[in-house]
């Protein structure tokens, strides 16, 4: 399949929940990455990504990165906030979107360098022929990183790609984000629906085009520290999943928008349906607690102390969370 015929992109969404008429599988293994045989602090060479990480492994001789909330501070990969000190400079601060674990890969590095990170896993069974899924994984710009891009995509195959070097993967992607993803404070998903046409048993996330085919913007709030150039994301979330006994229009999508992830003074929660919010912290005591109108509802935490909490949204017997940082 030609490069320039691929299906295109697709939809970016920041914090959608998509729901199916039908329960459906996800086909990823540890999708979220809160699978894994030991914490490590320090920067990952890919031998020690791939004893690190259940399931998943870098494909090539680059390596992705693993960042932990729970690890000591002074890890060049902890997160958020690491109070690393070393000569590398951290690639931004972020929570990952859920539990503990996510993981981080570049999109380019130094121009025409056509350096790439990517990250694979076998799915729990392969795709049927014919049958209709969904892709998606959330990613968010590492905010001290010089630049944004383009390009982020997933690549499905039926056999697991390898290179013994650092370079751009030779595939073409059946989902892609043409546009380019500049967020640095919230989860962007990256989402879309194929029908499969070969019996697709691996995916594969990164930027599979070179350099001279990827569009790059500057980061505004880039840091300018050692090995911060180019462009890294924070990604986290992957899901296959049928999509069962319906077409494309038998998906109901319903907006929920937590806005911003590291917050000041107001918090800013969308709702497509009135929903009782709430609102813990670590410990798990609940400090806010009240059912939201539909709409746009602005919560003001300037009494709030430092720290991480839970936003908990429940509708019913449905019920999601999102963290936020204070």
């Given at each position: 399949?030609?490069?320039?015929?691929?299906?295109?992109?697709?939809?970016?969404?920041?914090?959608?929940?998509?729901?199916?008429?039908?329960?459906?599988?996800?086909?990823?293994?540890?999708?979220?990455?809160?699978?894994?045989?030991?914490?490590?602090?320090?920067?990952?060479?890919?031998?020690?990504?791939?004893?690190?990480?259940?399931?998943?492994?870098?494909?090539?001789?680059?390596?992705?990165?693993?960042?932990?909330?729970?690890?000591?501070?002074?890890?060049?990969?902890?997160?958020?906030?690491?109070?690393?000190?070393?000569?590398?400079?951290?690639?931004?601060?972020?929570?990952?979107?859920?539990?503990?674990?996510?993981?981080?890969?570049?999109?380019?590095?130094?121009?025409?360098?056509?350096?790439?990170?990517?990250?694979?896993?076998?799915?729990?069974?392969?795709?049927?022929i014919g049958s209709q899924y969904v892709i998606e994984f959330y990613a968010s710009l590492g905010d001290s990183m010089e630049s944004a891009?383009?390009?982020?995509?997933?690549?499905?195959?039926?056999?697991?790609?390898?290179?013994?070097?650092?370079?751009?993967?030779?595939?073409?992607?059946?989902?892609?984000s043409n546009s380019i993803v500049d967020n640095v404070t919230d989860w962007v998903l990256i989402s879309d629906t194929i029908v499969a046409q070969e019996a697709y048993a691996?995916?594969?996330?990164?930027?599979?085009?070179?350099?001279?085919?990827?569009?790059?913007?500057?980061?505004?709030?880039?840091?300018?520290?050692?090995?911060?150039?180019?462009?890294?994301?924070?990604?986290?979330?992957?899901?296959?999943?049928?999509?069962?006994?319906?077409?494309?229009?038998?998906?109901?999508?319903?907006?929920?928008?937590?806005?911003?992830?590291?917050?000041?003074?107001?918090?800013?929660?969308?709702?497509?349906?009135?929903?009782?919010?709430?609102?813990?912290?670590?410990?798990?005591?609940?400090?806010?607690?009240?059912?939201?109108?539909?709409?746009?509802?602005?919560?003001?935490?300037?009494?709030?102390?430092?720290?991480?909490?839970?936003?908990?949204?429940?509708?019913?017997?449905?019920?999601?969370?999102?963290?936020?940082?204070?």
């Open positions: 399949m030609n490069k320039s015929k691929m299906k295109k992109l697709i939809s970016v969404f920041t914090l959608s929940l998509v729901l199916f008429s039908s329960q459906a599988q996800n086909l990823v293994p540890n999708p979220s990455f809160e699978n894994y045989a030991n914490t490590y602090c320090g920067i990952q060479f890919p031998s020690v990504f791939n004893t690190i990480m259940y399931n998943w492994i870098s494909p090539t001789a680059a390596s992705p990165q693993v960042y932990f909330t729970n690890i000591e501070d002074s890890c060049y990969n902890y997160q958020p906030f690491s109070q690393y000190t070393g000569p590398i400079g951290i690639k931004g601060n972020q929570i990952p979107r859920t539990g503990d674990v996510m993981l981080g890969l570049r999109t380019l590095t130094i121009p025409s360098f056509n350096q790439r990170n990517y990250v694979q896993v076998p799915l729990s069974t392969p795709m049927t891009s383009n390009n982020l995509g997933a690549l499905l195959s039926t056999v697991a790609p390898f290179s013994n070097n650092d370079q751009v993967l030779n595939s073409t992607p059946q989902i892609n691996f995916i594969t996330i990164g930027n599979f085009f070179d350099d001279n085919s990827t569009t790059t913007a500057p980061n505004p709030s880039a840091s300018g520290g050692g090995g911060t150039y180019g462009a890294s994301y924070f990604i986290d979330d992957v899901r296959v999943e049928e999509v069962s006994g319906v077409g494309i229009t038998g998906i109901e999508q319903e907006e929920l928008s937590i806005y911003p992830t590291f917050v000041t003074d107001q918090l800013n929660i969308e709702l497509s349906t009135g929903s009782l919010v709430e609102i813990l912290d670590t410990e798990g005591k609940i400090i806010y607690s009240k059912f939201l109108e539909r709409g746009l509802n602005t919560l003001y935490v300037s009494n709030f102390s430092k720290g991480v909490y839970v936003v908990s949204v429940q509708n019913g017997t449905n019920r999601i969370t999102r963290r936020i940082v204070k």
